[in-house]
DNA sequence: AAAACTACCAACCGCGCGTGT
DNA sequence: GACACGCGCGGTTGGTAGTTT
């Protein structure tokens, strides 16, 4: 069944830019009217457009309540964020930005954010490292990494944060007081006895926050990893870091997020299929920033609300060399992450204390 | 100064969905 | 159920301004 157009080709409509005569005449037949019925409202307002035509003109360029101007870093954040859960719905992204159109987003996030998260070797489809970088390839051939495999085969878009990672190398039901244990290696186990040193290590080492009593453990994990493989890509690991924000601060957020009870993902399965699609993050400073070094990854666990008792639910960055919120730097201050070449995070501890399969 | 290149974004296009007949 | 219609969405295009060579 085919459909018809919306007008017909040939008839004598005017395509192309607007001039401020066909502007004008819109808006004042809106003022006037209101819209609706687009199909009937060009040859109501006198103009030689489709209703089409004037639809997007109007949503797009001659609304009232359209703001304009360069996107904000708060902005920015919150595309990312959305675009991390909702994917291409620009739609539904633009309805939480006001002011902003789906195509103005969109436009938006084609020019710049894209291009900046695969500079960062992120892929701005799932949000995700881009583990194929890494060589990981026979890392996922093993049957006995059904987890990290199953992960990887979600349907819905994977979110890019730090605990896909976590969970890349914590999905068994070995248990690590890590509060309590600062000082011992943060080494999470593979299912099914695969020891992690099969893919690298992990070294630990825990700082105090000066004038704190916070403690920040910053853990590394090195791989042996080398993507020999892929030769061509080698740009791609360009030294360049930028910063990144998540959108997860506590529990709840979990829970609003993947629709079920978080205490019982792992044992549900990793339940994306019930992404809540109209589930709005909450912007927290919980951070995270991707280096694009093949060779190591490192990993740092920020657990200064477990040693602060005052703790805030948005824990200030302790370490201007490791996080750094993409909403309040500028382009020179990311640039000068360049000479950094890991792979770092910023996990609040409440997060790694709620989830007891570290 | 001019050509070539790049970035940006308004506008177009085709498709899918919901609704009414 | 089949079809037509109205509308909105996401992908793409093409014009233009800015920058580099």
Redesign the pocket.
Known sequence: ??????CEKNNGL?????TTEEDQKLIDYIQKHGY?????LPKNAGLQ?C???C???W???LRPDIKRGRFSFEEEETIIQLHSILG?????IASRLPGRT???I???W???IR?RLLRMGIDPVTHSPRLDLLDLSSFLCSSQMNNFQNLLNMQQPLVMNPELLKLLFATSSHQQDYSNNQNQPFNPPIQNQIPLSNFGQFQDQVQQVPNSNANVCTTTFTTPCVSSSLPNESHLFEPKVEPYTSNFNDLSNYQQYFGHDIENWHENGFGLSTLKEDYVPQLSSHNYYYGSDNQNLMYQNSNQILSTPSSSTTPTPLNSNSTCILGSNTEDERESYESCNRLNFEIPAHILEANDFM
């Open positions: 069944m085919g459909r018809t157009p919306c005017k395509k192309g830019p607007w609706g019925n687009w199909r009937t457009r209703g089409k035509s639809r997007l003109r949503t797009n360029y291409n719905k620009w739609s539904a789906d195509n103005e969109k436009n938006y084609n020019t710049h291009k």
